[in-house]
């Protein structure tokens, strides 16, 4: 999932559940993601609504285009992804 931000950067969240690994999808009316498998909900943002069977927020990328055009996706290092990325 992409969205450009208000400063014009394209962030990208992963497509996997952080609870069981399903597929999450956006739902513009409720503007978040949602993983039909359990019912876990995440923020449009990434973050995990609590009270939803998500442990963690979904993994977060960066996109940037090369100056040849090339597209560039690389991950964002964070505490929390960490943990995400030895399971």
Known sequence: SCRRTAMGSIPALSGLCTHSRCNVRYRPA?????????????????????????P????????????????????IKAATQSADAKA
Do not use: F, K, M
Request: hydrophobic share 25%.
């Open 56 to 75: 963690r927020p979904l993994r977060s990328y960066n996109v940037e285009r090369l100056a040849d055009g090339t597209i560039r996706v690389t991950p």
């Open 30 to 54: 409720e503007n978040d993601l949602y993983c039909a498998c359990h019912q876990g909900r995440y923020w449009a943002d990434g973050t995990n609504v609590p009270g939803t069977p998500p």
